[in-house]
């Protein structure tokens, strides 16, 4: 057994996990190739060209929480196939590749935490699970979470990583769209605030949901984020699609942003924003 | 008939008999009315038969036939003394979204839906139906119109989806609609949402957070078209039928897995074929729900919405289905 830092947690690994996941890993957008463990301690963001890399949801609450103080709930929540969906793989498959990818039972991580001492209920996407698609379980427990806040009267944070809808779960999954909205709709009338992370990709019906309720919304650079797939909307259109369209500083400048924000900043920024927002008393 | 989907052919040889029979009698003189009583008869059990065994792509294109009644023709005859609105007093107006406010049993009605069009040329000034931000912005302040005067308001559902567009996304689709599905929890005036033709996905949904939900028995509401379905998952366009069968997206389906309050049962061989006994069904249905939800105080009104969503499509609610 040897340790080794990934992010802010020191994790044991064997050495032979060590060998098999030695990668390389090539950056897409400059192409240079870059070891794990450096890609890691850089925040996952290529040294080179600033490409940010997508975190997956330990490294996240790593970089954002204080350390110790995430309490998970609702963890017990797994999917199963409500239609009998089958496409290229049975639904049921999908999911129990996933779980086994990510070690997580869902796309997204709920409880709460504190950031920079400030109390807050916290939701965290998971891309690599079916794409960090919406389907009952993450509306489930997107609303169990706002409901959660509301109740507790703190504010809501979510990193929102996703494809969209679920179309396994089929009507199942659009209605999810309706359930957390109508959530987040309760939490804002309690005065509470709700702040959205929009990371690389945030599109479709999660896009169309919870993720622009945000009192504040945030991006991180580069990041797609949209409604509409751009295929999609050439193919329709016809036309060629301006540079920079559907990434996050393409938004910044049309107004549907308050803060395009680096990694290595979100902590600090939302510190910032609670201190305004929840003010404590002085003592 | 002169639109026939593949499976209405049946159906239209039978009614070119009828037809070629009542022709003959007429000029032979010769009494052919036994024979033609039987052939009507003979109709409406196949018609019947047909239409009860429709497979979901059959339904699919049942849904999007350009002859059955349209959102327009709804509140001509819901609201006959309507008058529309326009315009999200930001940017545009959208003819993708009508809104119409009218009097329905000695009270105001107001009336918005997505305006597909009637023929080509609507079609496509109205965009098939598919909305923009603006689109969505006109309805939500049409619904905070009717609440301050008490009017309730019934959303006409039929379209693709919301617009994939380059202004779209600049003007925020995804806010516009995220708006409507927050704001309509807040709105004090009872809301009923019907899909008539096709309910596609967010854009749909934009405009259907009602207390009540029905669909339309030949209709359709899915989180992606078949087509879209088919693109993405099966990464082949061809696929869309398959995709229709496991989206489970008929209003049948839709009743099953309880996601729908009701379905609306329409004339025999479709809605198309009698339009007006089509928006009767509708109106009678609408008409017995809003004295329902009319017993509601506008707290408890709200209440219920969010309970209803509450319920619906939740964890505890998906874990009686198993596919």
New interface residues.
């Given amino acids: 057994m040897i340790t080794f830092n990934r992010g802010n947690i020191p994790i044991k690994i064997k050495e032979q996990e060590i060998i098999q996941s030695t990668d390389w890993i090539k950056c897409p957008s400059c192409k240079t190739i870059t070891y794990h463990k450096q890609l890691a301690e850089n925040l996952q963001i290529c040294p080179k060209c600033n490409y940010y890399f997508k975190m997956n949801a330990e490294q996240r609450l790593s970089l954002l929480v204080d350390e110790g103080t995430f309490l998970e709930i609702n963890q017990e ?1 797994s999917s ?9 793989k049975p ?1 049921k498959k999908r999911i129990s590749d996933a779980e086994e990818k990510t070690n997580l039972k869902e796309a997204i991580i709920t409880g709460t935490a504190t950031i920079e001492g400030h109390p807050i209920a916290l939701g965290i996407m998971e891309f690599e699970f079916i794409g960090g698609s919406m389907g ?2 993450v ?2 427990k997107i ?1 169990r979470l706002a409901e959660l806040a509301t109740s507790k009267n703190i504010p809501l944070f979510i990193v929102v990583s996703s494809g969209g ?15 957390t ?6 939490l ?2 309690n005065n509470n605030l709700f702040i959205t992370l929009l990371t690389n990709p945030t599109t ?2 999660v ?7 945000g009192d504040i919304i945030m991006a991180e650079p580069g990041a797609t ?5 751009a295929r ?2 050439e193919q ?2 016809r ?1 060629k ?2 540079p920079k ?2 990434t996050a500083e393409f938004l910044l400048d ?3 942003l308050d803060k395009i924000v680096e990694r290595k900043h979100i902590k600090r920024l939302m510190g910032r924003i609670l201190s305004f927002f929840y003010r404590r008393e002085l003592a | 008939m002169k639109n026939l989907l593949p499976f209405e052919k049946p159906i239209a040889e039978m009614e070119n008999k009828i037809q070629e029979f009542q022709t003959e009698s007429k000029l032979t003189g010769i009494d052919l009315s036994n024979s033609l009583d039987q052939l009507k008869k003979d109709l409406q059990v196949e018609t019947k038969k047909i239409f009860e065994n429709l497979n979901r792509w059959e339904t699919v294109q049942l849904a999007r036939h350009i002859d059955r009644p349209k959102t327009i023709d709804f509140v001509k005859q819901i609201i006959p003394d309507y008058v529309f609105f326009c315009g999200d007093r930001l940017f545009h107006e959208d003819p993708a979204i009508f809104g119409a406010m009218g009097t329905f049993e000695e009270k105001n009605l107001m009336m918005i839906g997505h305006n597909k069009g009637k023929d080509t040329k609507e079609n496509i000034l109205c965009n098939f139906g598919c909305a923009n931000p603006e689109g969505y912005r006109k309805a939500l302040r049409l619904m905070r119109l009717a609440e301050k005067f008490n009017a309730p308001i019934i959303t006409i559902i039929d379209t693709q989806g ?5 202004i ?8 516009a ?3 409507n ?3 309509m ?2 709105i004090s005036v009872p809301i009923i949402s019907v899909v008539i033709g096709e309910g596609g ?2 854009g749909a ?2 405009i ?2 009602g207390d009540k939900i029905f669909m339309m028995e030949h209709s359709i ?4 078209s078949p087509e ?2 088919a693109s ?4 082949d366009a061809s696929k869309a039928q398959v995709s229709a069968e ?4 008929t209003a049948k389906d ?1 009743y099953h ?1 309880q ?1 729908i309050d009701h379905m609306i049962a329409e004339p025999i061989g479709g809605a198309h074929r009698n339009p007006k006994e089509a928006i009767d069904t509708v109106k009678n249905q609408i008409s017995k729900s809003l004295k329902e939800l009319s017993l509601l105080s506008s707290e408890s009104l709200k209440e219920a919405r ?1 309970q209803k ?2 319920k ?4 505890e609610s ?2 009686a ?3």
């Avoid at chain 1, 809808?165 to 359930?179: I, V």
């Avoid at chain 1, 896009?207 to 309720?213: D, G, R, T, W």
């Avoid at chain 2, 919301?162 to 380059?166: Q, S, V, W």
């Fill in positions: 929540l199963h196939d409500i239609l009998g969906f089958v496409d290229s639904y009952v379980v509306g489930e609303l809808a679920r179309m396994q779960e089929g009507m199942f999954s659009l209605l999810q769209m309706a359930r909205s109508g959530a987040i709709g309760r804002q009338q479709g019906g896009s169309a949901s919870f993720a622009f309720l984020i949209g409604f509409a797939g999609v909307i329709t259109t036309q699609l301006p369209f559907q049309h107004g549907q | 919301a617009n994939p567009g380059i779209a996304e600049e003007n925020g689709q995804s806010e609609i995220a708006r599905l927050k704001e929890f807040s996905s967010g949904l934009g259907g957070i509401y899915s989180v992606i879209g379905c993405i998952l099966f990464r496991e989206l489970k997206l839709l897995y996601l969010y969503f509450r619906l499509a939740s964890y998906s874990q289905f198993h596919g």
